[in-house]
């Protein structure tokens, strides 16, 4: 620091120096969180897609039918969405005679998904797809799983245990609610099915049980260390892996990185419209970039809200 400069200066440029040392610790954090959740990053990137797309990579062969294939079938016959809707209208009527039914002409009918049917042969599945719209069709056939659960003991499909330990968590849930400040008269119901996993031997040979809370439902099957995935189906149950399960295992913890990732995401947003905000050139640009991002956030926000509005998915 040059001795010549008047003392007012000093206090601006440390101010300097600690924004600069923030900025730095932020571009640092931005970084060195992106390498370590990198993994989870192209997780999530990549499962995304296979959860848009089932035909992205898929472990089934795909056949395409065209409509014009199906022209001299009964799916030629399907209602289209707005016939349908006046049929269904025109039953309603017919079962709520003192009640006024009409369409609503603003909001056209939609189909929410695809027509599926699964046909299980000789250890294969075929799963067909009716799209309703373009009357097109098409079918996936999925090979033979390659570790199959193998059922042990299948004489046995429910088990009674006394104290029914499903009747004593119900029993617990009034001191719940007293505890909670909660009076009520209704009568509880479960919610659910949480289960018991654990490895067991029978005649020597290790076994998985699942048991059922909720109804004593048993499952037995043949352990071998697989875990009955194909490794597409593995990889998307990871992605919509959620919740956090009693104990402290593999799930928990992979819960943990699940919160990571949440945090990590908006910290990069945070301190990636930091850095972008430090570069002057940039500013009126990413200001449109992002101003239109708001704007097309707001457009699909109310969009996907009228559509869960109008069908509750």
């Given amino acids: 620091m040059n001795s010549n400069d008047p003392p007012a200066s000093k206090p601006i440029r440390r101010s300097r120096k600690a924004r600069s040392k923030v900025l730095m610790f932020l571009r640092r954090v931005h970084l060195y969180i ?7 990053v192209f997780l999530y990137g990549a499962t995304g897609a296979l959860l848009n797309h089932v ?15 199906l022209a001299d079938s009964a799916w030629a016959e399907f209602p289209d969405q707005n016939e349908l809707a006046e049929q269904v209208v025109d039953a309603m009527r017919v079962a709520a005679p003192e009640s006024s039914i009409e369409l609503n002409p603003d909001h056209p009918p939609e189909f929410t998904n695809e027509i599926a049917f699964q046909i299980e042969d000789a250890g294969t599945r ?13 079918v996936a056939t999925f090979p033979e799983n390659r570790e199959p659960m193998e059922p042990v003991l299948q004489e046995i499909q429910r088990v009674e245990i006394d104290p029914n330990p499903m009747g004593i968590a119900e029993q617990t849930i009034p001191s719940v609610l007293s505890a909670a400040g909660i009076e009520t008269t209704k009568t509880s ?10 490895l067991a031997n029978v005649d020597g040979e290790p076994v ?11 499952d037995v099957t043949r352990y071998t260390g697989e875990d009955g995935y194909s490794p597409r189906a593995f990889f998307v149950r990871l ?12 799930r928990r913890f992979w819960s943990l990185f699940i919160d990571a990732m949440a ?10 419209l930091l850095m972008w905000w430090q570069i002057k050139r940039t500013r009126w640009i990413g200001g449109i970039v992002i101003a239109i991002s708001v704007v097309t ?17």
């Fill in 263 to 272: 945090i990590a995401m908006v910290t990069w947003g945070a301190t990636g």
């Fill in 126 to 138: 075929h799963a067909v797809h009716l799209n309703p719209v373009d009357k097109s069709a098409w």
């Fill in 208 to 218: 998985r049980v699942t048991y059922v809370l909720r109804d004593g439902h048993l």
């Fill in 55 to 69: 035909g992205l990579f898929p472990e089934a062969a795909m056949q395409q039918v065209d409509a014009s294939e």
């Fill in 297 to 313: 956030a707001s457009v699909m926000f109310f969009s996907m809200m009228s559509f869960y509005a109008t069908t509750k998915l």
């Fill in 34 to 40: 992106g390498l370590f959740l990198l993994p989870w």
């Fill in 239 to 250: 992605h919509t892996s959620h919740g956090q399960p009693p104990h402290w295992n593999g």
């Fill in 189 to 198: 119901e479960p919610l659910g099915w949480s289960k018991l996993n654990f």
